[in-house]
């Protein structure tokens, strides 16, 4: 048994059992047993099942946002919002499992007829991080399901009870034993690595960090399994001359402070011009020193703890580096006294472009500002990372903002607003980021595969 950690409290409130290596192989027995029948069944039956999940989440909205609260630390209000978002993804991908499309025409040298269809890969192994434990279980789930593929998920150690409470939904809404295995495992490595050697495992779909994520890919090859990956960001949030500032502002505390800043989206290294740069950094700075910090369950909090004292540590001496080499603190920057894993909204000026904070993934309510003075320079900032996940723009230009949003290296792009989280929209990264999709049209595609058929007719 393995405590779950109230983060806001910093002490345990449940125990979850770690799976071993034999109830690891008894997930793949089970998903690998159901895979066919699974497979088989007609794509309106999975789309019901997962639309009645999509009610079932919703009428339970508020227990499941209070359980992440517990188990992750972030504010109520970032909860609630994840139970939406997460819910809709079992929506979206109801309405798409009826939709799956294939091919049909003549070949060229009109010698055969083309035709291709679409099968679901197999038993997949989902990994997700604690970050947004119910958003990325649901944004794997949904699309495999819908596909028709059968599924284990091995949540992250910090937060294995919300996968555990969507599980259960998701069996009361029909599911048949063995699609769904949810599997809390410690140690990650291990555990991950028996199960994606196992040949009866035909998909890994993984989200968390670069470094994790690489490892896996190398692991993934030995048997050519197929990936997805939804790893590292290093989020740009450029504001040109031109941007309306208090928008801009806005829209910085939405991209930066989601989750607390705990989140692979989070707006990571700000590039305003320098001739709005002064009063951009003063309403920021008033702006995030007028949040309020403390536990999340608690009314009229905004920013909650993060998920734990190491993480909180680790934004802190991040902080630390960056002010001892020249980064001036506008607000923040200082570690509460008293209990619980909490850091205050932070904003930090005059960073020199090759502060290496810059470099860092920083994974918390810290808002590092450089300047710059054209827009090449910006887009050449932006660019100089190897993370290419989503970046934001602000400009009134539209064509201008635009611009600079086609140049820009990233899997997404917000123009004029702080978030782009849709599960309507293809979520993920270019560069060390990620491959694959996930939401909108693609996302099923992670879970199918095609098969061509040529035919003389
Ligand atoms: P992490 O990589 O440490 O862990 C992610 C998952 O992998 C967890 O379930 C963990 O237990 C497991 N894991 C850890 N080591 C493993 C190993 N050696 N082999 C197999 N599995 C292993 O990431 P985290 O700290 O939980 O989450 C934060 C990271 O996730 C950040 O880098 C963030 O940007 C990224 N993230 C990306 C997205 C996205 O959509 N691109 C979304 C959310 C989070």
């Not at 079992?90 to 060229?108: C, K, L, N, S, Y």
């Amino acid at each position: 048994m393995v405590p779950v950690i109230d983060p806001a409290a910093g002490e345990p409130f449940a125990e979850v059992h770690m799976a071993g290596a034999d109830e690891c192989t008894a997930a793949v027995d089970a998903a690998a047993g159901a895979a066919d029948a699974w497979a088989a069944t007609s794509p309106r039956f999975r789309a019901d099942i997962l639309r009645r999940a999509y009610e079932a989440m919703t009428d339970q909205h508020e227990p499941l946002a209070r359980l992440i609260t517990r188990e992750n630390g972030k504010a109520l209000p970032d909860a609630r919002a994840e139970v939406t978002y997460a819910a809709e993804f079992f929506r979206w991908f109801a309405e798409e499992a009826v939709r799956i499309q294939g091919e049909f025409r003549t070949a060229p040298a009109g010698d055969k007829r083309i035709i291709v269809t679409q099968h679901p890969v197999g038993p997949s192994l989902l990994v997700t991080p604690w970050n947004f434990p119910a958003a990325m279980a649901t944004r794997k789930w949904a699309p495999a399901l819908a596909a028709g593929c059968t599924t284990i998920l091995k949540p992250a150690s910090e937060t294995p009870l919300t996968a555990l409470a969507i599980a259960e939904i998701l069996v009361a809404a029909g599911l048949p034993p063995g699609v769904v295995n949810v599997v809390p495992a410690s140690p990650a490595g291990p555990r991950v690595s028996g199960m994606l050697h196992d040949t009866r495992i035909k998909n890994l779909s993984f989200t968390g960090s670069t470094e994790v994520g690489v490892a896996l890919l190398h692991e993934a090859a030995d048997q050519v399994v197929r990936t997805s990956m939804e790893l590292g960001g290093n989020a740009p949030f450029v504001v040109l001359e031109d941007a309306d500032i208090d928008d801009a502002v806005q829209g910085a505390l939405v991209a930066k402070l989601r989750n607390g800043g705990a989140a692979c989206t989070a707006a990571n290294r700000f590039y305003v011009h320098a001739a709005v740069a002064m009063e951009f950094t003063e309403k920021l700075t008033f702006a995030m020193n007028g949040l309020r910090l403390g536990p999340g369950l608690h009314d009229g909090v905004d920013i909650g703890a993060l998920v734990s004292v190491a993480e909180r540590d680790k934004v802190a001496a991040l902080v630390d580096k960056a002010s001892s080499s020249g980064a001036r603190i506008t607000t923040g920057g200082k570690i509460p006294d008293g209990a619980g894993a909490f850091y205050p909204p932070t904003v930090l000026a005059d960073l020199d472009p090759t502060n290496d904070l810059l470099a860092n993934e920083i994974f918390g309510p810290v808002a590092p500002i450089v300047t710059f003075e054209s827009v090449d320079d910006a887009v050449r900032l932006a660019n100089d990372t190897p993370y290419g996940l989503i970046s934001y723009v602000y400009g009134q230009a539209f064509q201008d903002a635009f611009a600079v949003a086609d140049r820009i290296e990233s899997g997404m792009v917000a123009i004029n607003r702080g978030t782009v989280s849709d599960p309507a929209a293809p979520f993920g990264g270019m560069k060390e980021s990620g491959i694959g999709r996930e939401g909108g049209f693609a996302g099923i595609h992670e879970f199918l595969e095609s098969k061509y058929i040529a035919a003389s007719i």
